[in-house]
């Protein structure tokens, strides 16, 4: 029988040499008895072990963190169940992914009170300031009283967070001093008298004040916060208090009658009415206008309405179907994949963008959310009906000699049906005041064709009715140049 | 208005803030104070320095900056026509607070949020000089939450979003209609295109420059809004559904919902009732189930009464009691997406027994020490050693699961 002694510093470090060797001489654990520097030594300690073969050495590496934590527990046989199930994890490695094994759930729930503790001790530790306040490195000292030996492996956390200022949480088993930036260990301490501090009276108002009698909660607060660590906490002594008042505050705040305004509220209420925009004029007026539209409920989910941009003296009006999710977002029409697509295609074909005025059929995005994203819906009739009287309003303001309408929403918006659109494509039809539209695809449809050579197809068709578009424009331009005046 | 201590200060900026419910301090870029040249670490999980009786955790120095308000908005303690004490920190003893508190390790970082003075800009400028001071003169590295102002330039939030970990914008009430009876003089459009900018800065701030250099970081921890619930008549399906919209459109990292409770110099407009605690907790489950458990806005709120949730059962519980025909499900045989559906089972349990099941049956033991909590599952699922037999069937299962009744009182 072997005894190993593991130090009370460097614990965790220690139990995994030992581990290790005593897994390479092929100690099995009814071999070995373990014990920390307090503990007394069993009867049969000292008996020489049977040695079996050497056995090869391969450990799964969410076991070495789990030892790693588990070795902090209080329980004194936490090295010897650790060794234990090691053991068995040498013939069937699969075992650390089995959360059903009686003793992985053991461990693992010791793992997570180890965990816990650690947690608490970073959240529960308060410091006092025991230096002077104004010297270039300011000077700290906490009393703790951790449930698990967790000074050691959370010291760190401190000494990443508080660098710049000398610290150090005495508890009753263990030390942790931070000086000049060197972290180091030193025994336990009683209790120390540390000096009152200012800030605290601060954090016991800050304490009361946040607290919202009308939600009294109490079992929420003590199962995160349990009594045990109340007598480190300064603001817990103001608890009882804020409890017994609770219900009293609460009444007291519906029972009260409503006060009439300040007199401050009148001048207040004139200060933001100069902050809201007004209206200049007409044509300047349109995109506000747009923008304030609840003539159909996309208003309500869609981020804000899509306006149409470009110069209002433009020949050539496009006419998309709706904003997507980036053009929501951005309040811009044709900034999403189907406008650049556009735009790439516009440009061979001897399109300029910022020579035209570019708008979509219906104004604000219409989708489903579904999960993370947002899936485009097309718009119905109602809402393409609902938003031709902007699309209307857009046209009488710019006047364009062409209009160009990309699928079936758009044809349906300026012609008043949206069918056939791949028969129609690349004709050209005439609205009601006589402008002629030409009809072509929408670039999205583009997007979602999958056979390539289909897509090289419906491209190139896409590319020659653009160019039209461009031809015509140029010759409608020219004509009316041309044209006497008056 | 001078004369005011820090205490008394503190006292009342603090109580003007407790409305706010978000508290978190998670999610943002690790960064650590090792090199000595500044003070404060964020290590990705948030930490809860203490909790108040109301049962919310305390993890920030939640204040508002000033509590004076040109708004009106009658759910809100600040309202300009209410008459309660007023006060505003100057940009030193914001940056003196936090600071002072972080060194005594009683909070993680600093959520700034005020009432709007003077102007939008105004105030946008003014919180973000006190958290320009914490990063750059004081080299802070801690947590900072930052509300932002909803029509305030894009200049002040990009360099909201550069300082500070997190930004919110509060779209307050569910509905439009509400807003307008409520607070007339916020703009929901307004709102939503604030969420929209944040989104996109954030998203710029993802790629690459055109040098190939990373772009500057902005608002790592993301952003979060806040509805409150219960001040109007907006019932559950309503609620959940703005908030589905607003997951997909803004990639918001949290929607809190605030219960709607009595404030001090209250609005008569306003029911002044206990806050309805309950429902708060069911839309937060419910909001869980839709983005970690893959159900449906249809599925959790379809045959719910008025378009409210099941207060006595947590809605997944609800759910499976109405979809009786999927259940038992064998838990050695089932998907994953059918094991996130059985009442009791959290995503945790579920890996668990994923995993576990690669090398051996699972036996209803096992699933009890994986963390499932066999009470609730018990009814919905086979394992072995396990059948409900014909209890999953049973008309009386529902009753299984209520609270005890409680006797009346005498009094």
């Known amino acids: ?486 | 208005m001078t004369g005011k201590t820090l205490e008394s200060k503190l006292a009342i900026l603090s109580d003007a803030a407790k409305y706010d419910a978000s508290c978190a301090s998670s999610g943002s870029t690790k960064r650590d104070s090792r090199d000595g040249k500044g003070l404060g670490s964020n290590e990705g999980t948030g930490i809860c320095h203490a909790y108040a009786p109301d049962g919310r955790c305390i993890s920030l120095l939640k204040i508002l900056m000033t509590n004076f308000c040109i708004y009106d908005c009658a759910y809100c303690i600040n309202r300009v026509s209410s008459n309660v004490p007023r006060a505003r920190f100057s940009v030193d003893e914001v940056v003196r607070l936090t600071i002072d508190f972080y060194r005594r390790n009683y909070i993680e970082g600093l959520f700034l949020s005020s009432g709007v003075i003077r102007s939008p800009d105004a105030t946008m400028s003014d919180m973000v000089q006190i958290v320009r001071r914490l990063r750059e003169e004081e080299n802070f590295r801690g947590y900072i939450h930052l509300k932002t102002i909803p029509d305030a330039a894009p200049e002040l939030i990009e360099e909201a979003g550069r300082l500070a970990d997190r930004l919110s914008i509060n779209v307050e009430l569910p509905t439009e209609a509400s807003m307008e009876t409520f607070a007339s003089e916020k703009n929901p459009g307004q709102i939503r295109r604030a969420m929209a900018d944040v989104r996109l800065r954030k998203e710029a701030a993802g790629d690459k420059t055109h040098t190939g250099r990373k772009a500057a970081r902005f608002a790592p921890a993301g952003q979060s809004t806040q509805m409150i619930i219960g001040a109007d008549g907006s019932n559950d399906a309503a609620i959940l559904g703005e908030s589905t919209r607003l997951y997909s459109s803004y990639q918001l990292k949290r929607v809190y919902y605030s219960a709607f409770s009595p404030i001090p110099d209250s609005s008569s407009r306003l029911p002044l009732v206990s806050p309805p605690l309950v429902r708060e907790h069911r839309l937060y489950q419910a909001d869980w189930l839709l983005r970690f458990y893959g159900f449906d806005l249809e599925e959790i709120v379809s045959g719910a009464r008025d378009g409210n949730l099941d207060l006595e059962l947590d809605p997944k519980l609800a759910w499976a009691l109405k979809h009786r025909e999927m259940f038992p499900v064998d838990i050695n045989r089932a998907d994953r997406e059918l094991l996130l559906r059985v009442p009791g089972f959290g995503v945790k349990t579920v890996n668990r027994i994923l995993s576990t099941r690669r090398y051996r049956t699972v036996r209803y033991e096992d699933v009890v020490r994986m963390g499932g909590s066999m009470k609730k599952a018990g009814p919905f699922v086979t394992a072995q050693g396990w059948s409900p037999g014909g209890l999953t069937d049973t008309a009386q299962l529902r009753s299984r699961f209520l609270p005890p009744p409680q006797q009346l009182s005498l009094l």
């Not at chain 1, 809402?383 to 699309?391: M, N, T, V």
């Open chain 1, 1 to 486: 029988m072997r005894h190993i002694t593991l130090p009370d510093f460097g614990t965790a470090a220690a139990w995994r040499d030992a581990a290790r060797a005593c897994l390479r001489e092929g100690l099995a654990p009814s071999d070995v008895t373990w014990g920390s520097e307090q503990s007394e030594r069993g009867l049969f300690d000292d008996q020489p072990a049977r040695a079996a073969a050497p056995v090869k050495q391969t450990v799964p590496r969410s076991f070495v963190s789990l030892a790693e934590t588990v070795c902090w527990h209080r329980d004194a046989d936490r090295f010897a169940r650790l060794y234990a199930f090691l053991w068995r994890l040498k013939d069937a490695p699969h075992l650390i992914a089995d959360r059903g094994d009686r003793e992985l759930a053991h461990l693992r729930s010791m793992e997570k009170s180890v965990h816990r503790c650690q947690h608490k001790m970073k959240a529960f530790v308060r410091f006092r300031e025991i230096g002077d306040r104004t010297a270039p490195r300011r000077s700290f000292a906490a009393w703790f009283e951790p449930t698990h030996h967790t000074v050691e492996p959370t010291a760190d956390f401190f000494a990443r967070r508080f660098a710049d200022m000398d610290w150090r949480i005495v508890t009753p088993e263990k030390t942790a001093i931070f000086l000049d930036g060197r972290l180091s260990f030193a025994e336990g301490q009683p209790r120390p008298d540390l000096p009152e501090d200012a800030g605290e009276a601060l954090w016991l108002t800050y304490f009361r004040s946040i607290f919202n009698p009308a939600r009294l909660k109490v079992q929420a607060m003590t199962s995160e916060m349990p009594k045990k660590y109340w007598r480190n906490l300064p603001e817990a002594a103001t608890i009882p208090d804020l409890i017994a008042n609770a219900p009293a505050r609460a009444r007291a705040m519906a029972e009260a009658a409503p006060t009439l305004p300040p007199i401050r509220a009148e001048k207040a209420r004139q200060q933001l009415a100069a902050h809201m925009s007004a209206w200049e004029g007409p044509k300047e007026a349109l995109p506000a206008a747009i923008h304030a539209c609840t003539r159909c409920p996309l208003h309500r989910t869609a981020t804000q309405a899509v306006p149409g941009v470009g110069p209002l003296d433009a020949a050539l009006m496009i006419v998309g179907e709706q904003p997507g999710d980036q053009e929501d977002l951005a309040g811009l029409p044709f900034v999403g994949p189907a406008g650049q697509l556009f735009d790439k295609v516009a440009q061979s074909a001897g399109l300029s963008r910022s020579e035209t005025f570019v708008t979509n059929a219906v104004k604000h995005f219409k989708f489903t959310p579904r999960g993370k994203r947002r899936l485009h819906q097309r718009p119905n009739s109602g809402e393409i009906e609902h938003c031709r009287w902007w699309l209307d309003a857009e046209r009488s303001l710019v006047q364009p000699k062409l209009v160009l309408a990309l699928g079936a929403t758009a044809a349906e918006a300026l012609t008043g049906t949206g069918a056939n659109i791949m028969r129609r494509r690349g004709t050209i039809e005439q609205l009601a005041d006589g402008t002629p539209v030409l009809i072509a695809v929408h670039p999205s449809f583009l997007l979602r064709l999958p056979d390539p050579a289909e897509r090289e197809k419906q491209m190139a068709l896409f590319e020659a009715d653009l160019r039209l578009a461009a031809q015509m424009v140029l010759a409608l331009t020219a004509r009316s140049a041309g044209a006497p005046t008056g």
